[in-house]
């Protein structure tokens, strides 16, 4: 019997299948049950996990360190990641610890005039149906370990050390073997399985910057009358000055302020749980405006993280079709487009979605490319807008700064006529390609009005419906 692989021309209409929810991975649960493992337990291994179990998988998760813990950070969660969280029944959670960010702000470094300004706030929930939040890294991290555990075997203390990815099998530095039918790395930047899946050792690109990251109690800015307004009108506010940058905004209901400082390398580490100086940081940043001078003066201790750069893989999947990457073990994100958990975590979305329709082995290998197929473009799409972020954020100042910042003026004045509700100036849309990416109308509705599921969706009943399911049947006969 032949199977064939030409996507159906007669596929069950896309934007009408997804009006009815069951139509949506809820509550549908792969025929077929696999032994999965996923090497990381950061928050795309945890999600993964997540999302497999819900399909019907059985599934272990192996993490190195020995408790399951995440650094004092903010983490950005934008409509295309708290749509997923809400759906997963997170809402209530969520609206416990985050902060709804009113707007978005970019500010000159050496005089803290506005250049930019993008209302943000309920906006975001009607023009992609989701909201975007603030979050602390560990409440966010605690919420999705929180949905993994019940249906899954998390196991700590379990550094993995080599791979087979023809059993697949995975052997730990205490020296045991653990099989699996398939294995999810989500290990990271330094990732392990990554090294098996693209054949060679990892190749960063330094990116020459580094970024402390710092948490300051909001009772501290609420003292001072030049800060309070930071905590008062919650915004992300970005300073933007030659080679360096600031980015501030409030985390756990307003009670504390996360700040990101990214500065010029000099030595530092590419890990997240690397110290840094806090007095080296306020000299790095000597001469900024008064603010600047009053909020780094409240840092008592800081992180450093240096910033490397990947280029986009040329694969996810090993050629055995057993071993998969995910997040940051394949398409490492930068951080000045603050996607790189929103990234992992739809991700994993895609992948139990497929997943959830498996009904023969021999529909595994396919599913993984029909998973890499759907994600690729979009992540590298992203990374290369996080790395276009950087250029703009740290031009010396001269004529490539003041055509920045006069673009960015343009949408701002825009955005402000909007708010005031005055009708458009009769100018050309000055959103398009906007130095400001956020203010960038068609850019947010590529970014922010994405959903993984709707995605999986799509692509099953466009290809994988006719190129899949026919093997699933080959196999029962």
């Known amino acids: 019997m032949a ?34 493992v996923v090497v990381g337990c950061g928050l795309g291994g945890l999600a993964a996990a997540h999302c497999l ?10 993490e190195s360190a020995s408790a399951i813990g995440e650094i004092g950070a903010g983490i950005q969660v934008s409509p295309n990641l708290s749509r997923l969280l809400i759906r997963w029944g997170l809402g209530e959670r969520l609206n416990q610890v985050v902060v709804k960010p009113e707007a978005l702000t970019f500010r000159r470094w050496c005089t803290g005039e506005t ?26 991290h605690r919420m999705v370990y929180d949905l993994a555990t019940p249906h899954t075997n998390i196991r700590t203390n379990c550094r993995v050390v080599s791979l087979d990815p023809s059993i697949p099998s995975l052997t730990l530095e205490s020296g045991e073997v653990v099989r699996a039918d398939l294995v999810v790395g989500a290990d990271g930047v330094k990732s392990l399985t990554r090294g098996y899946v693209v054949g060679g050792p990892d190749k960063p690109t330094p990116t020459g910057d580094a970024a402390y990251r710092a948490i300051v109690p909001a009772t501290l800015l609420l003292n001072d009358p030049d800060l309070r307004p930071l905590v008062e009108t919650p915004e992300m506010v970005g300073w933007l000055g030659p080679e360096r940058h600031i980015m501030g905004y409030n985390i756990r209901s307003r009670q504390e302020y996360n700040l990101v400082v990214v500065h010029p390398d000099c030595g ?32 008592t201790s800081t992180l450093d993280w240096k910033l490397m750069d990947r280029a986009p893989l040329r694969t996810w999947v090993h050629p055995e079709g057993k071993v998969v990457l995910l997040g940051d073990s394949c398409h490492p994100m930068l951080p000045y487009r603050a996607q790189g958990s929103a990234m992992a975590i739809e991700d994993a979305a895609v992948l139990g979605n497929l997943f959830s329709r498996l009904t023969s082995r021999a529909q595994i290998k396919p599913l993984l490319h029909g998973y890499q197929s759907i994600r690729y473009a979009r992540t590298a799409a992203t990374q290369a807008s996080s790395r276009l972020n950087r250029q703009i954020f740290h031009l010396p100042d001269g004529p490539e700064q003041e055509k920045r910042d006069r673009q960015m003026r343009a949408a701002m004045e825009a955005e402000l006529r909007e708010a005031r509700g005055e009708p458009p100036l009769l100018k050309p849309d000055c959103s398009k390609g906007n130095a400001n990416q956020w203010a960038d109308k068609e850019k947010n509705r590529i970014q922010f009005g994405y959903d993984a599921d709707e995605e999986a969706e799509k692509w099953w009943w466009d290809h994988g419906k006719s190129t899949i399911a026919c093997l699933g049947t080959m196999a029962r006969l």
């Open 3 to 36: 199977c064939d692989i030409t996507p159906s021309t007669n596929a069950t209409p896309y934007g009408t299948d997804l009006k009815q929810p069951a139509k949506l991975f809820r509550g549908r649960r792969a025929p077929l049950a696999l032994d999965i």
């Open 53 to 62: 179990a819900r399909a019907g998988h059985k599934v272990t998760i192996l």
């Open 115 to 140: 250049v930019a300004w993008t209302k943000w706030g309920d906006l975001m929930d009607e023009a992609y149906g989701a909201p975007y939040y603030h979050i602390h890294r560990a409440d966010f």
């Open 268 to 299: 530092s580490d590419e890990s997240w749980t690397a110290e840094g100086s806090a007095d080296k940081m306020r000299i790095d940043f000597v001469g900024w405006e008064p603010r600047i001078q009053k909020l780094l003066a409240l840092v």
